[in-house]
């Protein structure tokens, strides 16, 4: 596929996967470098940008998000904006107002969450590479239901500005491709301090030292409830990675089983709050009854235009802040955050990574996620929220396929600032897969 191509099929190809919400509708590449696609909730100012949810059809944001805007000075050329669960609330971005993308594996299976357009965009077009973003494992999760490469960097690492905030303490921003190599080199160009995000941290600058992964641990609470085809392909991998030298050790993390509750108090804390700006005024849909009074108005607005998952993280994120109640709650999910992070650095002391499956189970059927319950849908994310409220950046690289034929991700997290073990890791990994790409066609 020529970037010529992947261009003039664009539509066709977007109608049969749905991973775009906004499209170019350039047929010329121009002197583009490479062609490059954005989960929606990164503006664009040649697109609208809706992250996912109806409350913001129509916004056309006059400014590009930090990343977008380095990707493109480095040559890029953003052809589609991806679509996502609202607001990033999802494991499989079918708590979407806009469009529900489609695993390219089986049209019938959902792309994972919530960055779930990216990962598909990323497995169906050449040589092709997406920005996500991950606040509770939206890159890694999506990644591994695609069979494809993802990095969720170091909190702080590439600049928010411009991004749509779910939580902006666990929000990070990152890259998605079929090429393990693309990690290392797009995150590079997307990284560094920046003026207008205080969060994006004076940070030690990426060396390639050639380091390679010599240990991992295995949290024994890391492979409780996988799927037999996660269980299967999951140990399988394990041994490979013996055979490449690297050493092996099971271990106790005990924290890991609280940090999933934990996560869902910070990230609805947060997000309730980041919500209280859509009232139908300054972005987006604005219709309505304009002679109301301010809280009739913002009511039949939010009612209308934010889906059911939104409504749910406004209520439960309300409460676990309210007076009385934020001691039990957020303050608490706060400890437990400490101790993950604890947790983590024990582990880092004795081995370079810790490894598990990315997800228990692989990209399920839409028929079967609409008979699982929101509690359901949280649980699911287990493995992947643990290095997201560390903060720690973690990678998922596509480990093995299931009976079924679809892919099976494991995901190695690594210390603050220590990607580069894991794009070497992904990279000596990557040589020995035999990837099974998915037959694409418009
Ligand atoms: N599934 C998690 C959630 O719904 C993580 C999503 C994300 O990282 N945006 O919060």
Same mark, same amino acid.
């Given at each position: 596929?020529?970037?010529?191509?992947i261009?003039?099929?664009l539509?066709?190809?977007?109608?049969?996967y749905?991973?775009?919400?906004?499209?170019?509708?350039?047929?010329?590449p121009?002197?583009?470098?490479?062609?490059?696609?954005?989960?929606?909730?990164?503006?664009?100012?040649?697109?609208?940008?809706?992250?996912?949810?109806?409350?913001?059809?129509?916004?056309?944001?006059?400014?590009?998000a930090?990343?977008?805007a380095?990707?493109?000075?480095a040559?890029?050329?953003?052809?589609?904006k991806?679509?996502?669960?609202e607001?990033?609330?999802?494991?499989?971005?079918?708590?979407?107002?806009?469009?529900?993308?489609?695993?390219?594996?089986d049209?019938?299976r959902?792309?994972?969450?919530?960055?779930?357009?990216?990962?598909?965009a990323?497995?169906v077009?050449?040589?092709h590479?997406?920005?996500?973003?991950?606040t509770g494992?939206?890159i890694?999760?999506?990644?591994?239901f695609?069979?494809?490469?993802?990095?969720?960097?170091?909190?702080?690492r590439?600049?928010?500005?411009g991004? @749509?905030?779910?939580?902006?303490?666990?929000?990070?921003?990152?890259? @998605?491709?079929?090429?393990?190599?693309?990690?290392?080199?797009?995150?590079?160009?997307?990284?560094?301090?920046?003026?207008?995000?205080?969060t994006s941290?004076?940070?030690?600058?990426?060396k390639?030292t050639?380091?390679?992964?010599?240990?991992?641990?295995?949290?024994?609470?890391?492979?409780?409830?996988l799927?037999k085809?996660?269980?299967?392909?999951f140990?399988?991998?394990?041994?490979?990675l013996?055979?490449?030298?690297?050493?092996?050790?099971?271990?106790?993390?005990p924290?890991?089983?609280?940090?999933m509750?934990?996560?869902?108090v910070?990230?609805?804390s947060?997000?309730?709050?980041?919500?209280?700006?859509?009232?139908g005024?300054r972005?987006?849909q604005q219709?309505?009854?304009?002679?109301?009074?301010?809280?009739?108005?913002?009511?039949?607005?939010?009612?209308k235009?934010?889906g059911?998952?939104?409504?749910?993280?406004?209520l439960?994120?309300?409460?676990?802040?309210?007076a009385?109640?934020?001691?039990?709650y957020?303050?608490?999910a706060?400890?437990?955050?400490?101790?993950?992070i604890k947790?983590y650095?024990r582990?880092?002391?004795?081995?370079?990574?810790v490894?598990?499956p990315?997800m228990?189970?692989?990209?399920?059927?839409f028929?079967d @996620?609409?008979?699982?319950?929101?509690?359901?849908?949280?649980?699911?994310?287990?493995?992947?929220v643990?290095?997201n409220?560390?903060?720690t950046?973690?990678i998922s690289?596509p480990?093995?396929?299931?009976?079924?034929g679809?892919?099976?991700?494991?995901?190695?997290?690594?210390?603050?600032?220590?990607?580069?073990?894991?794009?070497d890791?992904?990279?000596?990994?990557?040589?020995?897969?035999?990837m099974r790409?998915?037959?694409?066609g418009?």
């Open positions: 596929m020529t970037m010529r191509s261009l003039s099929g539509k066709e190809t977007n109608a049969k749905r991973m775009f919400h906004a499209m170019t509708e350039d047929s010329d121009g002197d583009a470098k490479f062609l490059f696609s954005a989960k929606d909730n990164l503006t664009s100012a040649d697109m609208e940008t809706c992250s996912g949810s109806k409350i913001l059809v129509g916004y056309r944001p006059p400014f590009d930090e990343s977008i380095k990707m493109r000075a040559g890029g050329k953003l052809i589609g991806c679509n996502m669960d607001f990033g609330f999802g494991t499989f971005s079918t708590n979407s107002g806009l469009e529900i993308p489609r695993n390219p594996y049209l019938e959902a792309c994972g969450g919530s960055s779930g357009g990216s990962a598909c990323a497995a077009f050449e040589g590479v997406s920005l996500g973003v991950s494992g939206s890694c999760c999506p990644a591994s695609c069979g494809v490469y993802g990095i969720a960097p170091t909190y702080g590439v600049s928010r500005y991004l @749509i905030d779910y939580g902006n303490s666990l929000d990070k921003i990152g890259v @998605i491709s079929a090429d393990a190599k693309d990690l290392r080199k797009y995150t590079h160009i997307i990284a560094g301090k920046d003026a207008k995000d205080p941290c004076a940070q030690p600058e990426f390639d050639g380091r390679k992964l010599k240990s991992v641990a295995i949290p024994k609470e890391g492979v409780e409830g799927s085809d996660v269980e299967k392909a140990f399988e991998a394990v041994e490979r013996r055979s490449m030298g690297v050493d092996v050790e099971s271990i106790d993390m924290s890991l089983k609280y940090a509750p934990a996560y869902y910070l990230a609805t947060e997000a309730s709050t980041n919500l209280a700006r859509y009232v005024m972005y987006g219709e309505g009854d304009h002679s109301l009074k301010f809280d009739d108005y913002f009511s039949y607005f939010r009612s235009y934010f059911d998952e939104a409504k749910r993280r406004i439960l994120g309300t409460y676990t802040r309210m009385g109640f934020r001691d039990r957020y303050a608490k706060l400890k437990v955050r400490q101790v993950v947790d650095k582990a880092f002391e004795t081995h370079d990574a490894l598990a990315t228990p189970f692989s990209a399920p059927r028929d @996620i609409s008979g699982m319950s929101a509690l359901d849908s949280y649980k699911a994310d287990y493995l992947t643990p290095a409220i560390a903060g950046p973690h690289v480990c093995g396929y299931g009976s079924d679809m892919p099976i991700g494991m995901q190695f997290v690594a210390d603050h600032w220590d990607e580069e073990v894991l794009f890791a992904a990279e000596e990994w990557e040589k020995g897969f035999e790409k998915p037959e694409v418009a």
